[in-house]
DNA sequence: CTCTTTCGTCGAAGCGCGTCGCTGGGTAGA
DNA sequence: TCTACCCAGCGACGCGCTTCGACGAAAGAG
């Protein structure tokens, strides 16, 4: 492996003359500057991160946090954490990736060894056991998701209320009065994680402007428990015209029960959806739909975390404003019986 | 942040006693390791990754190459990211995340820079640009996945072959005689995937020796797609009484189709996927099916990764066996026609 | 009782890079 | 012509750790 002196030797010029073109810290003139870019390229150098690292007290490397357990729509962790490396890629730094597993003890050791200069912690609970540490590190951090208190924090997240908000006027506007909400699993209200609280909040507030009736029902997201949510749904309520979906894997079972039971989508059923748009047009009807911003949501923390790293100071709560698209699956809502 | 030599003050010896109670690598009298190690705890000390990196060269990371693309099924590839961060860190190593995109350049680069001490790749095709430069660096590595040359490398794989042939045998046990298989997208066959490629293989060649007949149809795991692909198998060959499926997105939507199309499962038709068992359970028929075992494929990976750290030499090739698990979804071969 | 080992510890020399302060030569202003 | 200044480049130091050789003390061998 070359290192900077012997670029330096190559090029004849100092170690400290290599460093600056390098790092552009100092003014260097464009003859030089060729001949040790020459130099780097005909060696193949490439800088020793840890030596690097331990110089200039900056690894180049964010760490992030993606949640251990998969009771969550993976999909959208993935592309969440796709987006977050690309971009960071984009600014000279690499992802470490942390489990959830270690828990509050990975923001310490990560925080206190130097490995990485900042940390993105996905799937924020309400109550999070790492919210304090996060907010008592010396090192910068962003989370993706809102807890209970984001006070001295720095938050991304989908703005589920106006999520809830958005299909509920949507649903209102074709005369539907009796919705029902398809949600997440019941281990991810009582994890109290935020977003599946927010959007109902959202979506009931709006709808009582509208005179609409919202029940709600958590769903596992298997065939079975599609079944049963369902069920129960046009049991307690038979006029429920409507279905909003915030449980990606419940997508599919949901429409197959449905034409089992006659009932057409969207003739007699609307059915609005917030999942990826993959998702919502890779089914058998294609479904209008609230996308969830996967991408952009990475693609934003690591800005935020990039200017917190440079020292500036990063707008505390980035809400993305959700987009519902109209597809097939709604409609008017059928006369009354 | 305290230091080494901060912690050495505090328990009044010299840094390098400390350095030694940390590695292990010399002998120290119990009575100085506990001070040491009380020291340690008293001032919370962590090691400074860079430095301990410059001075050992050593990072203690191992670079784990994911995919970018998103045709394939992510929650496999999630599950193995989990299990090799998690296996890593039992050995006291972290992960960092590379996204295709960068593609050989990034194994340059890690290698180069001595960011990670080895790297783990994924999705590895038959014909792929970055085998030659990862079988002449000097970094240690692993891939999951097999290309078509791996003298020279340390793989990890399902045993597909194995597995085309289970399912052929399962299927034959039933007196099936026509079997169609329902792959992947097209695309995954024209990368030259190799998985795709040989489960197709083993599952000829032994339905060959069962007197079957197999045909293959790719297809995109969208509703559309399979719905196209089932017409043309049943068009191509009425008398097909068995699908092995491999494409864990088409599973939902083919049941419901057949279900449309009132052919019964198993009655009329038998399923064997090879698919995670979440999807085979979540499934609306219970499904025998071959699981990929994304679990232990990552775990596996970090060991040998591991071994070949440590200077150890590690066994060319493991192709884990594949395990066929019965459930509601065959049967016996409905009396022919 | 001396000579060699072994054990536990120390000091110092780096690892490869970033950065500070300095210098020599050129330019500009007076 | 002299001072004032800026530009390019250099040398030295230090970041925090690992590791090697050395050394004193205790222990065993002759």
Redesign the pocket.
Known sequence: ?A???EVARHA??????V??V??G?????E???QRVESSIRELG?H??AG??A????RSHIIALMVPLRTDMYVPVMMEIAIAVATTARGFGHDVLLLTGEEGPEAVRRVAASGLADAMIVMDVELDDERVPLLRDSARPSVLIGLPADPAGLTCVDLDFTATGALCADHLAQFGHRDVAVVGEAAAVYRRHTGFAERTLAGLRARAKEHGMRVIHRPCQGSYESTAGALARIFEERPDTSALVVQNEAAVGPMLALLRQQGRAVPEDVSVVAICPDQVAVQASVQLTSVALPAQEMGRKAVELVMAKIEGGEAEPLTLLPPQLTVRASTGPAPAAA
């Open positions: 492996m290192t900077l002196a004849g010029v100092s170690a400290s003359t460093s600056y390098l790092s810290k100092r003014s260097i003139s003859e030089t500057r150098y800088p020793n030596a690097r331990l110089a200039s007290s």
